[in-house]
């Protein structure tokens, strides 16, 4: 029998009911970013002390344990806000309808061990949300940071100057939309 273990990208609305859920949050050290700094390899887009997100009887043991930074519910937002603009993607283990939520991994696809062979070799170690961005090209000035901040390298821009998605490479994170200066782009949820 095999087990399928795959983790899934979250879209800010489970990200929100995590926190509402919740009354005790805290920071721990990202160990995918943490190994990269001591072989050498930092990742350019977030140091490792810019971590996973924990919530709950988790949070609640790792600061008792000193392995955790504790979080108010005020900082808990800031501090997710912060990571998507940095472009970490947020990503949970796979749990049908939210209900176990406790962690969220803010990932780069350069250290990630699921981003990573994701967009590397295209294996699919991740989930995608329930979302993707809608670009209204008319409020979009082509400065081209969705391009740049997308981990998965899902938009480009055509010979019309028009920015496009890639939905076979899209994992509906959100970092575009979230990094947009112009708020051209929206994340949509899909019908399936």
Sequence with gaps: ???????????????????????????????CRYIGELSGNPCE??????????TGIGAKSLTNMGLAKPL?????????????????????????????????CNCCPCHCGALLPAKK???KTVISSNFRPK?????????????????MNALTQNNEELISLNSDLCIGCGICASNCPKNAIKMVREEK
């Design 1 to 31: 029998m095999c087990i399928r273990d795959r983790q899934k990208v979250l879209p800010y609305e489970l990200v929100e009911d995590l926190i509402n859920n919740n009354d005790t949050f805290a920071v721990i050290r990202c160990q």
């Design 45 to 54: 887009i977030a140091p490792s002390d810019m971590g996973c997100f924990v």
């Design 72 to 104: 108010t519910k005020e900082e808990a937002i800031e501090y997710l806000i912060k990571t998507e603009k940095a472009g970490l993607v947020h990503i949970t283990s796979n749990s049908k309808g939210g209900e176990h939520l406790m962690f969220i």
């Design 121 to 123: 070799f295209g294996f």
């Design 135 to 151: 670009i209204n090209n008319e409020l979009c000035v082509k400065c081209q940071t969705c391009i740049k901040k997308c981990p």
